[in-house]
């Protein structure tokens, strides 16, 4: 194969950004990964290593301390259990919201009565794939997931994924692959 022949293959990858050429030393493999590569990388992120940590309450605590708790550990969902620390609901912002511009008195209902609660609750587990789960956030419409464990006895709460752990899964892939 002649020099001639190959240039214009070579100019291609060169455009492309896959070959660098610097004069006396030639072409060069850039580092640029593939978008197959990215793609595999993306298939490959599991929930449990981008997952945070979850913020739970009790079935019987009330709305306002809901609030207070809500604002002290700086999240934006509760994840609500029973006496056995298994998952019963989820409380939203909004959920919260609702009730205080009602008339109610929040020092008296308990969050039972206003959260989104099982079998409606979607969730994931920490070694399924990270894409499947921001699925999940998108269809549903909902801010976090709880990932759980699951037993005979229902589901244990190991951890929150959030649309912010998707964005940090985001970046890093983006890092990984220096793009
Ligand atoms: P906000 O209500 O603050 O916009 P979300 O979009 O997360 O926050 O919640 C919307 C509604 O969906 C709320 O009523 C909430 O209780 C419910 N919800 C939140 N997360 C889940 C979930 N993982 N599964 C089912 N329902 C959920």
Do not use: W
Request: aromatic fraction near 6%; charged fraction near 25%; proline fraction near 3%.
């Amino acid at each position: 194969m002649t020099r001639a022949t190959l240039r214009p293959d070579l100019a291609i990858l060169t455009m492309a950004g896959f070959l660098d050429a610097r004069p006396r030393v030639g072409y060069f493999y850039s580092g640029k990964k593939t978008m197959t590569s990215v793609t595999e990388s993306m298939m490959n992120l599991k929930v449990k290593d981008f997952q945070s940590l979850p913020v739970v309450v009790s079935e019987n605590m009330t709305v306002y301390d809901a609030i207070v708790h809500m604002f002290l550990e700086d999240v934006g969902t509760l994840f609500v259990v029973d006496e056995n620390t298994l998952l019963q609901g989820v409380l939203s912002r909004k959920d919260l919201l609702r009730t205080s511009i009602g008339s109610q008195d929040l020092n008296t209902i308990p969050v039972h009565i206003i959260m989104t609660r099982m079998p409606n609750i979607v969730y994931c587990k920490k070694t399924d794939s990270l894409i499947v789960a921001a699925k999940k956030l998108i269809e549903r419409q909902v801010d976090s997931l709880p990932v759980v464990h699951e037993t005979d006895k229902g589901f244990e709460i190991v951890g929150r994924l959030t649309k912010t752990n998707i964005t940090k899964a985001f970046i890093s892939l983006a890092e990984t692959h220096d793009l």
